[in-house]
């Protein structure tokens, strides 16, 4: 989109769009809800079934200068037949949601949600990973009347009207009271691969990866070689950590023991040593005695606090529960622990500046097992040196039992 | 945020380096306006990183300003030492200037402290270029390649830098401005873990 009046740029040199989430939500989108007039409207409507991302670069430009990322309005009213999922299916691929959405905030008041999706290229089940990334923004009922109607019916707490019988499973997914339809505002940007350094471009140079951040991963990389995991999850900017470590409002190690307990159990033959002993056992419990200590972590916490289909084959041939979790067959229970126990990993070695904060991190009412996890995680940090593999292992170990007995 | 500006919400004063020399610092060193004319002058030896606020221009948590080049960047409670190897700043395939990076070390020179505050420091390359009079004058960073003119180090021109000054946390450079573009820790956990699923369908 022009931002020219006369072939003479409004935008003076040095200036960009790169709006707050705030001012997405506060200004834009709400005038977009409200139909008012938008200055300089830069973000336009765009029909996201029938938009590619890398078509976005070339349809939400602004102005001429270098963009990282780019902004549009999408109305969601396209559904899938048959039920109340939107559908974000374009002709090459799909946008599927991750991890569960954001708040955001403006001065303390909840005004909005943030979700994220990422861009698959092909079909279910077979689509692949892109580096697409959208984050997907939209008011509360409050600031969008248009949305009100339809979240009145769906269960939230400021509507006294029952919940439907559509709405999701999952408990507090506040989404789920919002996912009907209205104009939503979209970012769209590219992953930036962090396990390099970015190039200090703009002002805002890119997250350095360094130091103790690397060595994380590189000391990580022995117990979980073999593993298919990404590090990515790994060499998070400090920024992110930040970010994590002052999330506990967002209950954040709950969700992600939600989010994996929603997991199929399924396993990862190719990569995994353990895996002959762990399908010998259909009760994940016993794992402890045959298995490393990574794995004996993700096998009991399996036990504890999933609701496990049953193991019936090996290999990636297990048949995930019908209808349940869309088919999903090579999922790796153990490999998902992976993923936490190394995110574990990762907060234990930059625990000697930030212990206090991660205490606070895991710290969180209502959780047990975060509770559990802090004072495990809390009390083995004098024993695990710097990398000391074992002591984490032990650490982790710990955190097992201790999980085990609370939840017994 | 970014000065006397009618811009409506969402866009901020978010200069690339090439934007600093060309549209700034080239200009200043060539006596020329900026447009627009937001990035004060600052004595840097006068003031602390922390001190800058209401000086500086502030764009999010970053402060702009144009300094002389100083031999010794002192400063009330210490001085900025350099970091790293300086880069240079191309426009359209051509060297235009150079990034030099600092870091601000409390107490005396040599055995100062350091701390969290970073500067980046802006020289033209070279001098500058005699921008009066030629079409190197446009403002624009395209037609610069033929007819450009140098002038040999002249004083005046190589006295001025442009500096962006900001508060590392953490030890990276992440500013505001990246709050919708990095993902989070926990977002890339939630991906990674979205590694080991074959979903079938779209969630909503």
Redesign the interface.
């Known amino acids: 989109m022009s931002i020219s009046v006369n072939g003479q740029s409004v935008v003076p040199p040095g200036f960009r769009f790169h709006p707050t989430e705030e001012e997405l939500l506060t200004y834009y989108l709400k005038k977009k809800v409200a139909s008012e007039r938008i200055d300089l409207d830069v973000i336009r409507d765009v029909d996201l079934n029938k938009l590619e991302p890398w078509d976005i670069q070339e349809k939400c430009r602004i102005g001429s200068g270098p963009q990282n990322d780019w902004y549009f309005f999408s109305h969601k009213d396209k559904k899938y037949p048959t039920g109340t999922r939107t559908n974000r299916a374009t002709a090459a691929g799909f946008w599927k949601a991750t991890g569960r959405d954001k708040a955001i905030y403006t001065s303390a008041r909840r005004i909005g949600m943030r979700k994220t999706l990422v861009f698959y290229k092909g079909r279910a089940p077979h689509g692949q990973k892109s580096d697409w990334i959208m984050h997907e923004y939209r008011l509360d009922e409050a600031h969008n009347p248009s949305a009100a109607a339809a979240a009145a019916t769906a269960g939230d707490p400021y509507y006294s009207s029952p919940p439907p019988a559509a709405i999701r499973g999952a408990a507090g997914d506040q989404a789920a009271a919002q996912e009907q339809e209205g104009w939503v505002i979209c970012r769209v940007f590219k992953k930036k691969n962090l396990l390099h350094h970015g190039q200090s471009s703009g002002g805002g140079a890119t997250a350095s990866v360094t130091g103790h951040t690397g060595a994380a991963s590189s000391k990580m990389a022995a117990p979980m070689e073999g593993s298919p995991s990404n590090c990515s999850s790994v060499t998070v900017s400090d920024h992110a950590k930040a970010q994590l470590l002052h999330s506990a409002s967002d209950d954040a190690l709950d969700h992600i023991l939600q989010y994996i307990g929603g997991r199929p159990c399924g396993s990862n033959t190719k990569h995994h040593d353990t895996k002959p002993a762990l399908l010998d056992h259909h009760h994940h419990h016993h794992l402890a005695t045959t298995t490393t200590a990574t794995a004996c972590t993700g096998g009991g916490l399996y036990g504890k606090f999933m609701k496990l289909p049953p193991l019936e084959h090996a290999g990636g041939l297990l048949q995930s529960p019908p209808g349940d979790y869309g088919g999903a067959a090579d999922a790796s229970g153990i490999a998902d622990w992976d993923a936490l126990d190394r995110l574990a990993a990762y907060e234990l070695n930059g625990l000697s500046d930030a212990s206090k904060t991660m205490v606070s991190f895991f710290d969180e009412p209502g959780s047990a097992a975060a509770a559990a996890f802090s004072s495990s995680v809390h009390a083995t940090t004098v024993g695990v040196g710097d990398g000391d593999l074992w002591s984490l292992a032990r650490s982790v170990s710990s955190l097992h039992a201790d999980l085990t007995m609370d939840n017994v | 945020m970014?000065g006397a500006?009618n811009?409506?919400?969402?866009?901020?004063?978010?200069?690339?380096?090439e934007?600093?020399v060309?549209?700034?610092l080239r200009r200043k060193v060539a006596n020329l306006p900026c447009?627009?004319d937001i990035i004060p002058t600052v004595l840097l030896h006068h003031y602390n990183p922390w001190e800058l606020n209401g000086t500086a221009l502030q764009?999010?948590n970053?402060w702009y300003f144009f300094s002389h080049a100083a031999q010794s960047r002192t400063s009330p409670n210490g001085y900025w030492n350099p970091i790293g190897a300086d880069?240079t700043v191309t426009s359209s395939g051509c060297i235009v200037g150079l990034k030099k990076t600092l870091i601000f070390c409390t107490g005396e020179p040599s055995k100062g402290f350091k701390t969290n505050w970073i500067m980046h420091e802006y020289h033209l390359q070279d001098g500058g270029y005699n921008v009066s009079g030629s079409s190197t004058s446009s403002?624009s960073s395209s037609s610069r390649k033929s007819q450009r003119k140098r002038v040999h180090s002249s004083t005046e021109s190589n006295s001025w830098v442009v500096c962006?000054v900001f508060e590392s946390?953490?030890?990276?450079?992440?500013?505001?401005?990246?709050?919708?573009?990095?993902?989070?820790?926990?977002?890339?956990?939630?991906?990674?873990?979205?590694?080991?699923?074959?979903?079938?369908?779209?969630?909503?």
């Open positions: 970014g500006t811009l409506p919400p969402g866009f901020h004063f978010f200069p690339s380096d934007d600093l060309i549209h700034f447009r627009p764009a999010g970053q880069e403002s962006r946390s953490c030890g990276s450079q992440v500013s505001f401005h990246d709050e919708g573009t990095e993902l989070s820790c926990l977002d890339e956990v939630f991906l990674s873990l979205d590694d080991y699923d074959e979903v079938s369908l779209p969630n909503n």
